[in-house]
Structures are given as C-alpha cells and as structure tokens.
C-alpha cells in the first residue's frame, strides 16, 4: 500500500493575516474529481477524454445502460478538468479571507489531481491515499504550514472482511498532528461504502475506526481526535453504524447533534442549517452523509476547544440550486429549494458546470 506525502512550493491564493488562535476544519466530497489521465488497472474510463482510443471499448463493457451511456458521452478532458477545479476552489475560498488549516477530501482520483487542486488554491502540504477502489477514488487532506500544525505521521488502514471480497473499498486515512507544541491531534479521513452495498459493510468500517480511535485514546489519555469524512449512512441503516459503533461507548460524539443540543446556540441558528449535507433526488430526502465526530475532550478542554457555533453545513447561494421533480406520479412538479448544485461533467462553461452533490461541513478548533 503506497502512501503519498507532496510538499508543494506555491503562492497561496490570500494574502491575509492568519487567525493564528483558531484552527478551522473543512471536509469535502468534490464529487469524482478525475484527472484526465488513464489510471493503470482503474476503471476510470467515464471520466478520460472520448478521443482516447480505448474508451469506446472499455464504456461498452459496463453492463449497467444507464452507466454505460454515461461513460459513452462524457468527455471527460484537461480543459474541463481545469474549469471543475477552479469551481471547487471558489467554494474553498468563498468561506471568509483564510483557507481552511485542514480540509479533507473524498472522491479524488490520485495525488496528481489534488496536487494540481492545492496548487490552484494556494495550499503547501497534501497527504493522498493510494487505496484498492476499482475506480480509483480515494481520500486526501490538504493542510496549511505554520507554526501551530507539526505533521507527525499517517498511515493508511484498509477494510478488510467478507464485505469487500471482490469488491475493495476506499481505505481510512489517518494523520497525525502536534498543535501549538502541546496538544496530540489525529484525523481520520472517511469514504465509507455507498448504500448500493449492505449495512454491515459500513458497520465493518465503523469498527475499524473505533478500533484506531480506541488504541490511540488508551494510549494516550491527552490523545485529541476528529473523524471526518462521506459515512453514506442513513438513519434506516440496520444495523445502525453511528449508534451501535461509534457512539455507543460515548468516546466520540457527532458535532452535528452536539451542536442541535446545544442551549446557548438559537433557535433560529439552528433552523437556518440545510436538512443534509446530500439530497437524494430518487427518494426526495435530504440526508446527512457528511459528519465531524470528535472525542469527549475536544468539548471540554479550556485551551484546545472545538468552537460549537463555528459549526456548519456550508452553503454560500452560489452552489445551491433547485429541483423539480419530473417523474410521473404525486411528486411530479415539486420544487426543492437550496440543493447541492451537482457537476455536470459535459459543461464547458463554469458556469453551467456546477461544484459537488454535496455541501462542505466546517468548523473552528479554539486555541
């Protein structure tokens, strides 16, 4: 298994004076976010340039139609690459006037695209997980340099069991940090398998998680982590991931519902958060796949604290849409407001080309 550490020697985009007494989180599903370029041994031929010889072929040996016909008429090329990766740039930088000090990623191909994402963006340091997903799509972190983040390590854990023969998943990306000298940090990168694959795969990743978190935690009582990522879990997951795994010791807690409990945050605060992170346009339902959990004493720690009201499902108007429901039947005609504005991988325009199906979660470490 092959990990990929790039420093990156780039001009960052803002030139503002850092917030050197908070530490901000993003996380992000950037939604197949392919170079242009044939992976060996991928199958990453929907999203490769139709002049590509091999393309036509390979496209017809999928035997679903629908994802054949998608394969057949996505162009996927270098300039439409460019055009996905400054529309994802402008979301990243649209928060206020500093980047992210952490922002991981899912559904990226390789090093070489986030690379050229960081380098767009202004980022120095990127860490990209190189897993056993038969399309490539891994998870990443980008990170900023200053004087309040020591990289120590990461490491790369894959999910191994009866779920994932014949079909491997995407590995858990873990990196660990030193903050302000003091403080031990460890982030879990997460894209857990889609509801396409049963419970028990998602219940299989869960445990490998609580497994990393348990071991670093005994450990080291002082240990901080933060586990972020796509979990594609939905409240009818049976048997439930979060509540019979990783909640169930009460060692982790979900910021999302940590923050709904929250008593100083108002109502109106709360009221104003998206239903979800994704909307799922088949079952018209919002559904909240994107999660921080955090453990205990990043809640309760004086100096190194998770600021609660930081907290947010991001969703600046520009990368909203709306969705009307076309399909015969009682729904038809339905209008939902402020839905994730999906790519459409055949614009040729930034403007008709969109951003993510997902929203970005975010939220502020207090130092």
Same mark, same amino acid.
């Given at each position: 298994?092959?990990?990929?550490?790039?420093?990156?020697?780039?001009?960052?985009?803002?030139? /503002?004076?850092?917030?050197?007494?908070?530490?901000?989180?993003?996380?992000?599903?950037?939604?197949?976010?392919?170079?242009?370029v044939?992976?060996?041994?991928?199958?990453?031929?929907?999203?490769?340039?139709? /002049?590509?010889?091999?393309?036509?072929?390979?496209?017809?040996?999928?035997?679903?139609?629908?994802?054949?016909?998608?394969?057949?008429?996505?162009?996927?090329?270098?300039?439409?690459?460019?055009?996905?990766?400054?529309?994802?740039?402008?979301?990243?930088?649209?928060?206020?006037?500093?980047?992210?000090?952490?922002?991981?990623?899912?559904?990226?191909?390789?090093?070489?695209?986030?690379?050229?994402?960081?380098?767009?963006?202004?980022?120095?340091?990127?860490?990209?997980?190189?897993?056993?997903?038969?399309?490539?799509?891994?998870?990443?972190?980008?990170?900023?340099?200053?004087?309040?983040?020591?990289?120590?390590?990461?490491?790369?854990?894959?999910?191994?069991?009866?779920?994932?023969?014949?079909?491997?998943?995407?590995?858990?990306?873990?990196?660990?940090?030193?903050?302000?000298?003091?403080?031990?940090?460890?982030?879990?990168?997460?894209?857990? %398998? /889609?509801?396409?694959?049963? /419970?028990?795969?998602?219940?299989?990743?869960?445990?490998?998680?609580?497994?990393?978190?348990?071991?670093?935690?005994?450990?080291?009582?002082?240990?901080?982590?933060?586990?972020?990522?796509?979990?594609n879990?939905?409240?009818?997951?049976?048997?439930? %991931?979060?509540?019979?795994?990783?909640?169930?010791?009460k060692?982790?807690?979900?910021?999302?519902?940590?923050?709904?409990?929250?008593?100083?945050?108002?109502?109106?605060?709360?009221?104003?958060?998206?239903?979800?992170?994704?909307?799922?346009?088949?079952?018209?339902?919002?559904?909240?796949?994107?999660?921080?959990?955090?453990?205990?004493?990043?809640?309760k720690n004086?100096?190194?604290?998770?600021?609660?009201?930081?907290?947010?499902?991001?969703?600046?108007?520009?990368?909203?849409?709306?969705?009307?429901?076309d399909?015969?039947?009682?729904?038809?005609?339905?209008k939902?407001?402020g839905?994730?504005?999906?790519?459409?991988?055949?614009a040729?325009?930034?403007?008709?080309?969109?951003?993510?199906?997902?929203?970005?979660?975010?939220?502020?470490?207090?130092?």
């Open positions: 298994m092959r990990l990929v550490l790039l420093i990156l020697f780039v001009l960052p985009i803002m030139t /503002s004076a850092q917030d050197l007494s908070r530490l901000d989180f993003m996380f992000y599903n950037v939604e197949n976010l392919f170079d242009a044939h992976d060996k041994g991928k199958d990453d031929w929907s999203f490769l340039p139709n /002049s590509l010889k091999e393309k036509k072929e390979q496209c017809k040996k999928i035997k679903n139609d629908y994802y054949q016909n998608e394969c057949l008429k996505t162009d996927w090329t270098g300039q439409k690459l460019e055009i996905k990766l400054s529309n994802i740039r402008d979301v990243i930088t649209s928060k206020k006037d500093s980047l992210p000090d952490f922002l991981g990623l899912c559904e990226i191909e390789n090093e070489s695209v986030v690379k050229m994402l960081a380098d767009k963006i202004g980022y120095k340091k990127i860490i990209v997980a190189n897993g056993p997903d038969e399309r490539g799509v891994d998870v990443a972190l980008i990170y900023r340099d200053h004087e309040k983040i020591k990289y120590i390590s990461h490491q790369e854990h894959e999910l191994k069991g009866k779920s994932f023969k014949g079909k491997p998943t995407r590995t858990i990306l873990e990196v660990n940090f030193m903050i302000n000298g003091i403080y031990p940090l460890s982030l879990l990168i997460n894209h857990w %398998p /889609s509801q396409a694959n049963p /419970s028990e795969s998602r219940i299989m990743a869960a445990k490998k998680v609580m497994e990393i978190v348990n071991q670093k935690t005994k450990k080291n009582g002082q240990q901080a982590m933060i586990v972020m990522g796509d979990f879990t939905i409240p009818t997951d049976y048997p439930h %991931p979060f509540n019979e795994v990783l909640l169930k010791d060692i982790l807690v979900d910021l999302h519902l940590e923050y709904m409990d929250a008593k100083k945050i108002s109502r109106e605060e709360k009221s104003s958060m998206p239903n979800g992170t994704y909307f799922y346009y088949k079952d018209m339902a919002w559904n909240l796949l994107d999660r921080f959990f955090v453990t205990q004493n990043l809640l004086k100096k190194f604290k998770i600021n609660l009201k930081s907290y947010q499902i991001y969703t600046p108007d520009f990368i909203k849409d709306e969705f009307v429901y399909r015969a039947g009682y729904n038809k005609g339905t939902i407001l839905v994730p504005k999906s790519y459409n991988f055949e040729d325009q930034a403007k008709e080309a969109g951003y993510s199906d997902h929203f970005p979660i975010t939220f502020g470490l207090d130092l």
